[in-house]
């Protein structure tokens, strides 16, 4: 199987062709079926991984047992501890998959250590955390001025076809609202564009 990030270093962060090579070599490749927990929650995340197939999502889960989604990512998205919290702190949040998955996975540390020896660290970094400020705020907007709707049109706006692959009661959780209500709002969709 080819490495997925053959040529992603070299043309992204301007490494040399060897140096990029180096680091494809460093991840290894992950099949995991759906519904297994790459991160469970109070434990330690320390690894970076690629999806190549497959859909996850991140949640916090009340001491009730209640979910809650935080977030959900897809093939080509990189996942990793981002935050220095995150990376020395018990995780705050699970990690699972929504579907068979392909991953490529190496360990935070050596991948953080090999981009540092390069000189091309905050390169890589820098624009996953502004990326990850940006949701926040973007999230947090959402939640205080927008109703159910418009942040159900927003979602299918951000996530495209990729909805389709997300149980209804995930979508609600991360919404913030019942799977009722969510119902609702699709059959009322459902009709405006019949009409």
């Known amino acids: ?26 991840f290894k490749f992950e099949s995991i079926d759906k519904n297994i927990r790459l991160v469970e929650e109070g434990t330690k995340w320390d690894r970076v991984y690629f999806i190549s197939t497959g859909l996850l999502r991140f949640y916090y889960t009340t001491t009730g047992g209640k979910e809650f989604n935080k977030g959900f990512f897809k093939e080509k998205d990189f996942i990793w501890p981002i935050t220095p919290s995150a990376r020395i702190e018990p995780s705050l949040f699970s990690i699972e998959s929504l579907s068979q998955s392909d ?9 953080q250590h090999t981009l540092k020896s390069y000189g091309v660290w905050e390169k890589f970094a ?48 991360y919404l913030g609202i019942t799977n009722v209500a969510l119902s609702r709002i699709k059959k009322r969709k459902l009709i405006s564009n019949i009409i």
Do not use: C
């Not at 080819?2 to 070599?25: M, P, R, W």
């Not at 991953?103 to 991948?111: G, K, P």
């Open 1 to 26: 199987m080819k490495k997925f990030t053959d040529n992603y270093f070299s043309e992204t962060l301007g490494v040399t062709q060897t140096e990029s090579k180096y680091l494809s070599n460093m």
């Open 103 to 111: 991953l490529w996975s190496v360990s935070f540390r050596d991948f």
């Open 126 to 173: 820098l624009p996953y955390a502004e990326n990850l400020a940006d949701q926040k705020f973007k999230r947090e907007y959402d939640f205080l001025v927008k109703n159910a709707q418009s942040r159900y049109d927003g979602l299918i706006l951000k996530l495209g076809k990729l909805v389709d692959r997300i149980p209804d009661y995930h979508l609600a959780s």
